[in-house]
């Protein structure tokens, strides 16, 4: 009898865990879809929405960077880190990305002092790369959105990419399973995932070079190697969440967790792709990443 309720009570509560996987899942979709929509239509309409949809998300990350080093959301840093994301998104708006990193690169210094020189001495410097983490991504996807030609078109490649690896890692970790990819630092992520990630943002490439009418197997390739990278960046997030000892960087995206829980490969990604876009041609930077060099 003993074994019937006990066999029972394991029975009810794999279903509750069950029912709670479902539920958490259709609002990870729901949420997905709701930002999904909002970047296409903040995309299509204008660089400058555009350049305030990025404003509104690097904002966010202050927030939670702040408390996650520093353990208050709103403080000095926070303020300073603010005002200089707004000025770097104005000046890229504008025509200067030079004016703009030159912003980013005074606001991780003031950031540095104001925390050196306050209370949070010991996370001067984790307060200072918060500037530079936010303010970068930023730069790099305005500048890239602004080209009149191309911009518009390399931003979506861009998504589609890191939305696919994002997707597929996290349903290929989670229906395959098996070996762990950096277990001391982000115990979900396998070998899987990333195999998952990295596949789907090749094919995906290879998918959109055909539907854009441009180079298929250069989309797929550079696709791969935009996943890689922002997986990488999953990975940086996940190691300064766990060295603080938090596992959601906050609750802003249901079923996601925090902005930078949500966006953090496109940061690493959208950086490597201007970086790319400036060496080769930094006239046309939408061009030059969707183009075969």
């Known amino acids: 009898m003993q074994r ?3 066999r029972r009570a394991l029975s009810g509560e794999d279903n509750t ?25 903040m995309t299509l309409t204008s660089v400058e929405s555009f350049a305030a949809l990025i404003t509104l998300f ?25 005002a200089v994301t707004a000025a770097s998104a104005w000046a890229t708006v504008r025509g200067y990305p030079a004016s703009a990193l030159l912003i980013v690169l005074a606001g991780t210094g003031l950031a540095f002092l104001i925390q050196r020189f306050g209370k949070g001495r010991s996370r001067a410097w984790w307060s200072a ?27 979506f490649y ?6 696919t690896a994002d997707s597929a890692a996290f349903l290929f970790g989670r229906w395959i399973g098996g070996p762990k990819l950096a277990p001391r630092i982000s115990p979900k992520k396998t070998w899987a995932g990333l195999t998952g990630a990295v596949l789907s943002a090749g094919l995906i490439g290879f998918v959109f070079g055909i539907a854009a009418g441009l180079n298929s197997a250069w989309l797929a390739v550079f696709a791969v190697a935009v996943s890689l990278i922002a997986q990488l960046g999953d990975l940086g997030e996940s190691a300064v969440k766990r060295k603080f000892g938090i ?3 906050s609750h802003l995206i249901p079923g996601h967790g925090g902005v930078l829980d949500r ?16 060496m080769l041609d930094p006239a046309q930077p939408g061009r030059a990443i969707l183009f075969w060099p």
């Open 4 to 6: 019937v309720i006990g």
């Open 17 to 41: 865990v069950s029912k709670r996987a479902s539920r958490e899942l259709v609002v990870r979709i729901y949420s997905a879809l709701f930002l999904i929509a909002a970047a296409v239509f």
């Open 58 to 82: 690097i904002a966010a990350m202050a927030w939670e960077w702040a408390r996650l080093v520093r353990g208050t959301g709103f403080d000095f840093a926070f303020a300073a880190q603010l």
């Open 129 to 155: 790369g918060g500037v530079a983490y936010a303010g970068l991504p930023a730069i790099a996807l305005i500048w890239l959105r602004g080209d009149e030609a191309y911009g518009t078109v390399a931003i």
């Open 158 to 163: 861009l998504f589609a990419i890191v939305w």
């Open 247 to 249: 596992k959601d960087s």
């Open 263 to 278: 966006i953090d490969g496109l940061i690493f990604a959208a950086i490597a792709a201007a970086a790319l876009a400036w």
